[in-house]
């Protein structure tokens, strides 16, 4: 029977395929029921073969280890545990009485032995749990014949689940390997969902217990569009979610077919509509997707990328002189590293109780600058090869863009008195992400020459709701009145003070903020560079008054229920069929 899980959907699309269980892979397998007497005696000597197979293997690597005294032990242990009599008699049991083949047989005893080691209290015996692991995941291994499938060496696509991705298991993979990510944690504004986006793969996350109920190789469909995920599909359930999936994929490859032409509003106002990228590579990509420069890179990535020892400034320089090349003379926001939060890198402690309130981003930047010092570096020498401008993240205080500014100039100093080539220091602005930032606009304004809103972050901050967890996402809302005023006041005080203002955050591509965006006025909308196409076509329809008007409205609605509605109602027949149709078909959609 199909299991249906509903998450946060984080990356849209739709997308059919086998499932990898990323550290699960090798011991939780699928169910085989046996029908015939024959069978059971053929299972159990496939299960001891396996057992023999694998004590062989064992001491094999006992042998090898003959001088490191501590891992042969170890593997003593291992040995010993494949001859216990409790667990040998369990999976024959269940072979012979459940009536199931060896491998699901083995799998299951293990996760009951798993369970009670569990629950020792001794934290010594308790850790000891990773040997029976270990061991179940050999005797499997064997009985299915098949080695653990390396995530990088994949040899046909895949869905990905997973409870949680580091962004160091997923960098470098390509659309090609992945089909989708399916995961227990994460918000849709967490490094998971933005990663699929950048891939143009459907994402489903906080699913809370996918993980757990997945089977390696199982059929999963992905519905990124409104948070389903269905695990072992029944033919219904195809054959819907594959109509489903042509339909999305038509629209689509129709709505890319004008890639080219200019973001415009239906009364002809013109909108600046650049990507977000992760990636340097990406940058090949935007004029495909009709992209006006990036509004925003994040720098966060390109250590994943770059061999471990490559140093630090030759590695930002090699990305920046990429992108800013490709695309001259658009312009391109880097943002300067954004780590902690749900980013780290091994360098950066993980021992915060609420690391997205901690050491994170422009905090860490100044407090540690040495890192830092070699990406302004690296942006300097770069800027010469095109259009380059510097973004600040996680700004609270004026002072913090006055310490970078100094730096800045600084290090211009140094690059010229080193000889060493570089472009003019480029334009500063910052991000706001924090109410800090919004209440004390004014107060920055005049250190900054431009911004752009994280309406992820400033969601997050507003709220007080943490967006990779899955336990309050129902209240990560970027359409709670707090954030829309909120948005209004910072376009209000950037148009009076003269200064450009972007956006930049998920809200940036939802099809009911667009028209509230540009009501408020501002002068960019940067979204994940796959979904440009899609967010084109809505600004195509919508005219500058009615944005206006909207907007007035949104700001004395008294929820975001109110807000989307409100929005919704103009909407309605004026976005493309699809994607109206499945925002108004969604359960989940608040509002509705
Ligand atoms: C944001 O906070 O809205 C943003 C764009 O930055 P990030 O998602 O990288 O935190
Ligand atoms: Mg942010």
Request: charged residues 25%; glycine residues 6%.
């Amino acid at each position: 029977m199909s299991i249906r899980l509903r998450g946060t959907p984080a990356s849209p699309g739709v997308s059919i395929g086998p499932a990898f269980l990323l550290n699960f892979e090798e011991i939780r397998v699928q169910k085989r029921t046996l029908r015939t007497a024959s069978e059971v005696e053929s299972e159990l000597e496939r299960f001891a073969g396996a057992i023999e197979k694998t004590r062989g293997e064992l001491e094999q690597i006992s042998d090898q280890l003959s001088d490191v005294i501590e891992g042969k032990q170890l593997i003593e242990v291992h040995i010993l545990l494949l001859s216990d009599p409790f667990i040998i008699s369990e999976v024959r049991k269940q072979i012979k009485d459940d009536l199931v083949c060896a491998e699901y047989a083995v799998s299951k005893v293990l996760f009951d032995v798993l369970e009670r080691f569990n629950a020792i209290e001794d934290p010594y015996l308790r850790s000891r749990s990773v040997d029976v692991r270990d061991v179940g995941r050999r005797v499997i291994a064997n009985l299915l014949g098949t080695e653990k499938q390396a995530l990088s060496n994949l040899k046909n696509p895949v869905i990905l689940v997973s409870e949680d991705l580091d962004p160091s298991q997923t960098a470098g993979l390509t659309s090609k390997q992945l089909l989708g990510i399916v995961t227990d944690l994460g918000g849709s504004t967490s490094h998971t969902a933005i990663l699929a986006r950048s891939m143009g793969i459907p994402a489903v996350v906080a699913l809370k217990n996918v993980a757990e109920n997945a089977v390696p190789g199982q059929v999963v469909i992905i519905d990124g569009i409104h948070g389903e995920v269905i695990l072992d599909p029944d033919a219904d359930e195809l054959q819907y979610y594959s109509e489903l999936k042509k339909r999305y994929n038509t629209a689509e490859a129709e709505i890319a077919l004008n890639a080219d032409s200019p973001a415009v509003t239906a009364d002809g106002k013109a909108v600046e509509l650049s990507a977000n990228i992760e990636f340097s590579q990406e940058a090949d990509q935007v004029g495909r997707f009709g992209g006006h420069g990036i509004g925003l890179f994040r720098t966060e990535f390109i250590r994943l990328l770059a061999p471990e020892a490559e140093e630090e400034e030759k590695m930002h320089f090699r990305a920046y002189r990429h992108v800013l090349q490709t695309l001259n003379p658009d312009p391109v926001i880097i943002r300067t590293l954004d780590l902690g939060g749900d980013k780290f890198l091994d360098s950066i402690p993980t021992v915060e109780k609420n690391p997205f309130l901690g050491w994170r981003g422009i905090r860490i930047c100044l407090d540690r600058p040495e890192k830092f010092i070699s990406q302004l570096r690296a942006l300097l020498r770069a800027a010469r090869f095109g259009n380059a401008r510097i973004m600040l993240p996680m700004i609270t205080g004026y002072d913090q863009i006055v310490q970078v500014r100094d730096m800045l100039d600084n290090i211009a100093a140094d690059l010229d008195r080193e000889g060493i080539p570089r472009g003019d220091i480029p334009p500063l602005g910052i991000m706001i992400e924090t109410p800090a930032a919004v209440l004390g606009i004014d107060l920055l304004l005049p250190h900054s020459a431009f911004v752009s809103i994280g309406s992820n972050d400033l969601t997050q901050y507003t709220l007080a709701v943490d967006r990779g967890s899955p336990y309050v996402s129902n209240l990560f809302d970027s359409f709670h009145p707090a954030v829309i005023r909120q948005i209004n006041i910072v376009v209000t005080k950037c148009r009076e003070a003269g200064k450009w203002v972007g956006i930049c955050g998920q809200m940036a591509s939802d099809p009911l903020a667009i028209p509230l965006l540009l009501g408020y006025g501002v002068n960019e909308l940067s979204v994940p560079m796959t979904l440009i196409p899609d967010v084109k076509e809505m600004i195509s329809v919508i005219s500058m008054n009615d944005a206006e008007s909207l907007a007035e409205k949104a700001l004395v609605l008294k929820s975001s229920e109110e807000i989307r509605r409100s929005v919704l109602d103009y909407v309605e027949s004026k976005y493309p069929e699809i994607i109206l149709d499945e925002i108004r078909r969604d359960e989940n959609y608040r509002g509705s």
